[in-house]
């Protein structure tokens, strides 16, 4: 199985309803500056839609948001381009930009500490039904894929997979792991 058009969303911590307002200069920012390898292009905001995309920033070759699927609060890298190389590159470019774009957010001083990674939670899709369909064979074939990239980004066997099962929805594999990890941290893992 070649896994293409990877998304990572790292969950984060919000005790408190988070105010998604504050990104838009910010995204609008990361544009002017094209601070990604991607040509960013537009920001959309659709904080209007209950357990939405919330805030994103589109581009050419992904996405990167702040989005709320699922009543689940998160940093969102969408891979729309396809790339060369193995499942295991493809796993890590995405879980790198996801990552690098959350440190950047926790860093941003107009956010005031707002959105902060939760240190136990990634959640992982692969964003085309044709490719992966959201079914048993698929979680068979991509499992052993999965569980090598996780050991590597966390540095450990020492976590959870399980599987998003409606085969109306993206495949997805929730991770979940018992220390917290910084993002700094896993980003180093991955180097």
């Known amino acids: 199985m070649n896994l293409q058009h990877v998304n990572v969303k790292l969950l984060v911590e919000n005790s408190a309803p988070i105010d998604l307002e504050p990104l838009i200069p910010v995204f609008h920012n990361w544009i002017q500056q094209q601070v990604f390898d991607e040509m960013l292009i537009d920001v959309a905001d659709y904080r209007h839609v209950p357990a939405g995309p919330g805030v994103m920033v589109i581009g050419h070759q992904a996405d990167y948001s702040v989005d709320n699927n699922g009543n689940r609060l998160g940093v969102r890298y969408n891979r729309k381009a396809a790339l060369d190389g193995t499942n295991q590159e493809h796993l890590a470019q995405a879980a790198r930009s996801a990552l690098i774009a959350c440190a950047r957010l926790e860093s941003d001083d107009r956010l005031k500490g707002s959105i902060r990674f939760n ?3 990634v959640e992982i899709f ?3 039904r044709l490719l992966a369909p ?7 074939a991509a499992e052993p894929e999965l569980r090598a990239f996780c050991s590597r980004l966390f540095g450990t066997d020492d976590f959870s997979l399980s599987y998003a099962t409606d085969p109306r929805q993206l495949f997805r594999a929730f991770v979940s792991f018992s220390k917290p ?4 941290a896993l980003l180093a893992n991955l180097s």
């Open 119 to 121: 240190g136990r939670e």
């Open 126 to 128: 692969i964003n085309d």
């Open 134 to 140: 959201n079914t048993d064979a698929t979680r068979a």
């Open 181 to 184: 990890f910084s993002t700094a």
